[in-house]
């Protein structure tokens, strides 16, 4: 599943591309894919001109003329590729070669067409992916939009709003709250990690645990992370690429997530990996000391 950089990656190289342009057809293959009725697709969709990609936690956001949007989920395999009558393409998403190669192919589940020759592609090889048409105003009482936290980079989003929104989850992981959802927006498996190692926190720690120091520090983290990430292309994990089609290079700079046995750049110790939260949870034992009344619910 993408995070939030990578899919701030993927808005950004969209934004650079499709404002202005105007569409004039669209093919589905599949109602799952592209769960809208004709009606609205003749009467919103095609003749409307874009006016902005926007994102919302892990969700992308075209924004029309028509006061609709295209409300998409990659999932886990998703892509969006954008390519002129003319030149070089652009995509984003799950690296295979459908990013490169000739489009449509047998992964495309949707084609939308432009004024001026150009096409979105919306490849999903797994079809868990969507692209949603509804009134713009209804976006945001969405079923997978509504129950969104705040989003972690947002200017107003402080550490204030940050503890006050773990407390919901005091009894659980420092982790499993942090990896929710409906708690914080956007935040995944690697800056979850990357952030606990930050603030020196064992991800097994128990929320009403945590000082609101480290809290803070935790807050600082998140957002320090997420901004480098973006900063470099996202993350370098194996399911996404930038608009350009180009791997992020975070993983590259990474202080634990995927360096189990390597030293800890901080002190030198190995770094482990363990389950938590049911997740694959990356670890420095000596920066992060496990909390003696959690010892029990973690496994290596």
């Keep these: 599943m993408p995070e939030l950089p990578e899919v701030e990656t993927i808005r950004l190289g969209l934004l650079t591309l499709l ?3 105007v569409i004039t057809g669209v093919e589905s293959d599949t109602p799952k894919s592209f769960p809208n009725a004709s009606q609205d697709v003749d009467d919103y969709l095609i003749g409307a001109t874009v006016q902005n990609v926007d994102r919302r936690g892990k969700g992308l956001i075209i924004d029309l003329n028509t006061n609709y949007s295209l409300l998409i989920h990659l999932k886990m395999t998703g892509q969006l590729v954008f390519r002129p009558k ?18 449509p192919d047998r992964s495309t589940r949707l084609t939308i067409s432009f004024e001026d020759g150009s096409k979105l592609f919306f490849n999903d090889q797994r079809k868990f992916g969507w692209m949603k048409l509804m009134p713009t105003a209804d976006v945001p009482n969405d079923s997978f939009i509504a129950k969104l936290g705040p989003e972690a980079l947002d200017a107003d989003f402080t ?41 020196k926190l064992h991800p097994a720690t128990t929320v009403k645990d945590v000082s609101t120091k480290k809290l803070n520090r935790l807050y600082q983290g998140i957002r ?14 194996k399911n996404y690429v930038d608009a350009e089609g180009k791997p992020g290079s975070y993983l590259k700079f990474a202080k634990v997530f995927r360096r189990e046995g390597q ?12 389950r938590v939260a049911g997740r694959g949870t990356h670890i420095c034992p000596h920066c992060q000391p496990l909390p003696r009344s959690r010892s029990r619910t973690v496994s290596s």
């Design 86 to 103: 003319h030149g070089e393409g652009f995509g984003g998403g799950h690296p295979t070669d459908s990013l490169i190669g000739s489009l």
């Design 263 to 274: 030293p800890c750049l901080v002190c030198g110790h190995t770094i482990q990996k363990l």
């Design 224 to 237: 320090e992370v997420m901004l480098l990430s973006i900063s470099l292309g996202g993350s370098s994990d």
């Design 159 to 199: 550490s204030r709003i940050f503890r006050e929104r773990l407390a919901r989850r005091s009894r659980t992981s420092i982790k499993a709250a942090i990896l929710d959802q409906t708690v914080l927006a956007g935040v995944g498996n690697i800056y979850a990690d990357e952030g606990l190692f930050y603030a």
């Design 19 to 21: 404002p202005g342009r």
